[in-house]
Structure formats: structure tokens, C-alpha cells
């Protein structure tokens, strides 16, 4: 793609010219790219984790996922927030992971 620069006024230009740079500049292919084990994580959000969700990590070859440990909901009788719907599971989970928690919208609008 061409651009002609002296079609523009000056002040297009002061503004274009750093921003041609910079995205010439950003777009370069990383030097060190991802291996596949990095890429293979997934969202586990289910409330309950059992020997044959191990199936499911062994077939999309997964080392890392992201898991919903609870969910945190205003209790309007405690004037607090409350962890409900919290994970249970049946054994070891074989491979890393990194908790989360769900908080829902009741808990920011109070």
C-alpha cells in the first residue's frame, strides 16, 4: 500500500507519520515464538470435576486449564458478599492449574 504523504497538511502528517512507524515497528514476528505447550489451556466452569473429565484433558492434550473454584453473590441478610456454588471434586486433577472465582454483579452494585 502507497500513501502519499505530501497530500496531506501538516498537521495529518505529525500525526501519521509516528503512527506508520510505530505499527511498522510493533508488527514484527516475536523472536521467540509459543510452544504448543503453552497453547493448550482451556476454562473448566463446571461445579463438579471427576476421574472422567480426565478424558476430556487427555484428548485435546491440555497441560494447563483454568478452573472455577466458587462464585461469590451478595447474601442481603449478612450485608455481604458470600462464596456460593463452590467446585467439588472426586480425586486429583492431573494436571496445573490456575483458580478462579466468578463474582456476580450484586457484589459491585452494593
Not at 463438579?48 to 485435546?60: P, V
Request: hydrophobic share 40%; aromatic share 16%; glycine share 2%.
Amino acid at each position: 500500500m502507497y500513501i502519499n504523504f505530501l497530500n496531506y497538511p501538516n498537521r495529518a502528517k505529525l500525526f501519521l507519520l509516528p503512527l506508520l512507524i510505530t505499527f511498522t515497528v510493533a508488527c514484527k514476528p516475536s523472536t521467540n515464538p509459543r510452544t504448543l505447550e503453552e497453547q493448550n489451556s482451556f476454562c473448566y466452569w463446571n461445579t463438579s470435576y471427576d476421574h472422567t473429565d480426565t478424558a476430556l484433558i487427555n484428548a485435546t492434550a491440555t497441560n494447563h486449564f483454568y478452573i472455577r473454584y466458587f462464585d461469590v453473590d451478595w447474601d442481603d441478610i449478612s450485608q455481604e458478599g458470600k462464596p456460593i456454588a463452590s467446585l467439588s471434586t472426586w480425586g486429583i486433577i492431573p494436571v496445573k492449574f490456575t483458580p478462579s472465582v466468578f463474582l456476580t454483579n450484586k457484589v459491585f452494585a452494593v
